[in-house]
């Protein structure tokens, strides 16, 4: 049975080495350049070392949402180029163009805001986001032409540099996805007509770099794919070629043997059947565990799988081990790469009715993420 190091009461474990194997399999399956998508947190694996991995990996920019999140990855050590495009109204950009952050821009006020971040002999590199379809950011329709114009006035002051046309898709369907990408081409041709010439141009994430390859581009910004997860209900990891990189575990804090009708945990939800023993995992919903899983979600222990019984707590919660030789420092595996035994991140969304995403992502800080590369 494998035992956590002593002291280790609970741990995520980021294989550096599956992302940046991740990396390098989705440049060759669309044989394109490779925007790693590393915000919030690098998708709960640790921003800047999940960075760096991908950068091994041949990914030659990184996108996050915001700008704190892309000079944490200055602070960090990392030095190639980075675009946000979610910015708060009113930000300024000065901090981000000193650091060389390259700016999504979804307005005419935004873009304004950028050229004013520019110093005397270097413009501000922006990436016009388009809104074609999705009704989130990007610039909205009926305000692309005038924002077009402005960028193009702005480039020929040296203040803005359009190196980038962006937009996302809504993943609702091959033919949504198609109308989008052709408003798109509509959007890089009136650009090209005022006189832009962005060289990169991006709007497949994970989902259609891999399903819809006239989205390709060139260029793809890919997020759950390099942590090795798949965006698809009905495809795992491991049918795309993806290894995950995150292994959730704890360490067994407790067991008890107990009598048929034994409740467990609040409001008993969960009582004993028979006389069986009980073991305490030390991770709850502060800890990312999704309590919406409660008695549905399902975790390792030697290589046997159990359900959660009763409800997630905050700090813990209780699996039903029946005659299984479990003991205290067991390791107890909640989620991992399935191929090498453990439940898989989409076993817990499937629990919780969400999705793998927001699995790892909301990992609390009070797990320790501990990098390995193997
Ligand atoms: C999060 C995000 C991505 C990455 O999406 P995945 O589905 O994780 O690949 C790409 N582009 C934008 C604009 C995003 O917000």
């Known amino acids: 049975m494998t035992r956590l190091p002593d002291g280790v009461m609970r741990e995520a474990i980021i294989d550096l080495s599956a992302i940046e194997a991740n990396v390098r399999h989705l440049r060759r399956l669309t044989e394109s350049e490779v925007i790693a998508v590393v915000k919030a947190d690098g998708y709960g694996h640790g921003a800047v070392r999940a960075a760096a991995a991908a950068l091994a990996g041949g990914a030659t920019r990184l996108g996050v949402a915001d700008i704190g999140e892309a000079l944490a990855l200055r602070r960090g050590g990392i030095d190639a180029p980075v675009i946000a495009w979610l910015h708060a109204p009113g930000t300024s950009f000065d901090e981000a163009a000193a650091h060389g952050i390259e700016l999504g821009i979804s307005n005419g006020d935004q873009l304004l805001s950028a050229a004013a971040a520019a110093s005397a002999d270097r413009p501000v590199k922006v990436h016009l986001k388009l809104d074609t379809g999705l009704s989130r950011s990007g610039i909205a329709p009926a305000e692309q032409a005038m924002v077009f114009a402005e960028a193009a006035r702005l480039e020929r002051l040296g203040r803005v540099s359009v190196v980038g046309l962006f937009s996302h898709f809504s993943n609702t369907s091959k033919s949504e996805d198609l109308a989008q990408l052709a408003r798109f081409h509509e959007g890089v041709t009136a650009a090209a007509l005022v006189g832009l010439r962005p060289h990169v141009r991006h709007i497949a994430a994970t989902a259609a770099a891999i399903d819809l390859p006239e989205a390709r ?19 795992s990891s491991a049918e795309l070629g993806l290894r995950p990189a995150m292994t959730l575990r704890g360490a067994v804090a407790s067991t008890r043997r107990v009598g048929p009708g034994t409740g467990v945990s609040y409001g008993f939800d969960y009582r004993a059947d028979r006389e069986t023993t009980l073991a305490l995992v030390p991770l709850g919903y502060a800890d ?54 453990a439940p898989a991140a989409d076993d817990w969304a499937r629990a919780a009715g969400t999705i793998n995403y927001e699995i790892v992502t909301r990992i609390g800080a009070r797990v320790p993420r501990r990098q390995v590369t193997t």
């Open 217 to 235: 581009l060139g260029c793809v910004r890919v997020g759950i794919g390099i942590y090795g997860l798949s965006p698809f209900d009905d495809r």
């Open 288 to 341: 990312g565990v999704p309590r919406q899983a409660s008695g549905r979600g399902t975790v390792s222990i030697g290589g046997q799988t159990f359900t959660v019984a009763g409800r997630i707590a905050m700090d813990q919660f209780v699996v039903d081990v029946g005659d299984a030789a479990v003991s205290v420092g067991d390791e107890v595996t909640l989620f991992g790469d399935p191929t090498l035994g």
